[in-house]
């Protein structure tokens, strides 16, 4: 490398429509030379419910429960896209070449890609719990005498 290269890649999100009353889909904006490149982050958010200036989705006692789960979801995976962009900062400093190749586009999805991979692994992991407990019960509901489980089925 003979020239000089300083990386100046930035992240920010943006709504796919601000207008809307219904959820809409939340973008990963990732600027790289002058360039912008658009990543769906796999969420979706009320638009009255983000907040531009901190990036973030509202949460507060005065939404209803099932809107805070949503936007604590959405506001998760964005710290996990957060996360993924400065793991392909790291990886793209390490080798610069891939910004001459015009593989950037590329590398960026499967960042963010794989990091939905491995949230989808977990979730298939906490079912698997969910399997054992169930056997478990019923393992231990047939061992006990049959006046055991009325009691503790009341």
Not at 61 to 68: A, F
Not at 94 to 103: A, C, D, E, M, T
């Amino acid at each position: 490398m003979d020239s000089q290269f300083f990386m100046d890649a930035k992240l920010h999100f943006n709504l796919r429509s601000r207008k809307k009353n219904k959820p809409t889909i939340i973008y990963a904006v990732i600027s790289i030379k002058n360039k912008q490149y658009k990543i769906n982050c796999g969420v979706k958010v009320y638009s009255r419910h983000w907040v531009n200036r901190y990036q973030i989705c509202l949460q507060s006692p005065l939404i209803t429960q099932l809107d805070n789960d949503n936007n604590r979801i959405a506001n998760d995976r964005l710290d996990a896209v957060r996360l993924a962009f400065k793991e392909f900062k790291l990886y793209i400093c390490q080798n610069p070449n891939i910004l001459n190749n015009g593989l950037i586009k590329d590398t960026i999805k499967s960042y963010i890609t794989n990091n939905m991979k491995i949230k989808k692994s977990i979730r298939t992991i906490d079912t698997g719990t969910y399997i054992l407990r169930q056997a478990f019960n019923e393992y231990y509901n047939k061992a006990v005498k049959e006046s055991t489980i009325r009691v503790n089925e009341v």
